[in-house]
């Protein structure tokens, strides 16, 4: 589940930084559940003012008489946490918990589009944050640990909305025949390591996503069109990779022996990876189905080459068929 900060903000009227603190006294009395007021000019944040902190002040020795009649500028803080509409909501947990103790529970102030959007308190960031990581625990695949196919469908809805996107899914060859040979244990090792590849080459980006379709199939959605760089250093660490997990005579000969359904004795190249490039760069997609199918096709195309490969609608037409 991939949760943005403006996924959770709620919309709130700022004051300019000269309404009188009288008025601001006024507010806080006549909406008890206000936390903190958002001080900005024309839209664009200048300060906050939570409401412990007002009425802190006020209630110094001459801060009613000192501070009732002159501007909330006088009070406010301007070192406030302003975050954009699409920070993941770990991204903000992570900075608002690094900010002073005196600060931590102060609002989080959202922009969109460099505009005052909204608010989200402490309180609401720290139930949704725990919301979130309990849906990704329930919907997450049990050996790989990425995002499922529940959390994979909401996010594919989310990207056909981008305005640029490239969605890579990925599968090994010859799976099959190194789990008859090997054994599952080494192939859930394999499996493993693959999702780590991926992920680790992928990153932890706003709108970047890793998931785990099932079995040998994964999902990466890169939110532009460079894509080919990752796809050369993926394919560039699987290889690297893939050597420590066949035995000596194994990775001299290049294959291995092992029975095909019709119960006949046959040589299985190594496992090579292919990684089937979908983008809305010359094609728009309506839904995730039609999305996948158009990723179908390119696999198939994939599979009928030799070693690790990447392949887009592109490169097909264009008769490119090596990486």
Request: hydrophobic share 40%; proline share 4%.
């Amino acid at each position: 589940m991939h949760v943005v900060i403006g996924d959770i903000a709620r919309e709130t009227i700022p004051v300019l930084p000269t309404t009188n603190c009288e008025n601001v006294y006024a507010i806080f009395n006549e909406q008890p559940s206000t936390e903190g007021i958002v001080v900005a000019v024309e839209m664009q944040p200048v300060g906050l003012i939570m409401r412990d902190t007002f009425f802190q002040k006020l209630s110094t020795k001459y801060g009613f008489d000192l501070f009732m009649q002159r501007p909330i500028e006088l009070m406010m803080d301007t070192t406030m946490l302003v975050v954009d509409y699409i920070t993941p909501l770990t991204k903000v947990s992570t900075l608002a918990m690094k900010r002073e103790q005196e600060r931590l529970y102060d609002y989080v102030i959202v922009q969109k589009q460099n505009e005052l959007c909204g608010v989200v308190s402490i309180r609401e960031l720290i139930m949704k944050l725990s919301e979130v990581q309990i849906n990704i625990a329930k919907y997450s695949n049990p050996l790989s640990g990425l995002p499922g196919n529940h959390i994979i469908d909401d996010i594919l809805e989310k990207v056909l909305h981008y305005e640029s996107y490239t969605v890579l899914y990925l599968d090994l060859d010859h799976f099959k025949a190194f789990n008859d040979v090997y054994g599952f244990k080494s192939g859930d090792q394999l499996l493993v390591e693959t999702a780590n590849i991926i992920q680790q080459t992928i990153g932890k980006k706003p709108n970047y996503f890793v998931g785990h379709i099932g079995g040998d199939d994964f999902i990466a959605v890169i939110p532009n069109y460079q894509h080919e760089d990752i796809c050369k250093r993926i394919i560039a660490r699987f290889e690297q990779t893939i050597i420590s997990f066949y035995s000596k005579e194994d990775i001299e000969q290049g294959y291995v022996k092992t029975f095909n359904r019709k119960g006949t004795m046959e040589n299985v190249p190594l496992v090579s990876i292919s990684i089937a490039v979908v983008q809305n760069k010359h094609t728009s997609f309506s839904t995730p189905n039609a999305l996948s199918r158009e990723a179908a096709e390119i696999k198939r195309i994939c599979k009928a080459c030799e070693g690790s490969i990447y392949l887009s609608k592109g490169d097909k037409e264009a008769g490119k068929l090596n990486a």
